[in-house]
């Protein structure tokens, strides 16, 4: 029927239940590291469509995090599970929030490779001391 057509908007998603400490466990055990790879993934991936749909749009969103591309599998897990363990605050929120948060603290998109693990007291990462 022409004319019939009434847009509707989504105006709230659901998201995931899973918790920040579900994600931990999950990425510090064996049985769980391909699903935590694949949830990480997943959200990568997230950021980097929202990213180019909002592009195809015409509007600009801002960037959350850019990951460098050869960081992934055991380095990224390595990355959010040890962010965590500095963030008790987000053991309860929404993993996908904490996981964001996570990599924005890390790879902002200002920023170069940086070292996953922190550099020993004394020295910052580029050479001075």
Known sequence: MAGMYVEQRAEAQNISSLPGRGLVSMCTHDSGLLACDGY???TMDSEVWARNYSTVEGVHAPVAFCVPKEIRGAQLR???????????????????RGIYRALHDNYPCSSTIRPIVSAPVGQSGDGKQ
């Open 78 to 96: 390595a990355l959010v599970v040890g962010w965590y363990a500095g963030h008790d605050d987000a053991m309860s929120e929404p993993a996908g």
């Open 40 to 42: 990480l993934a997943g």
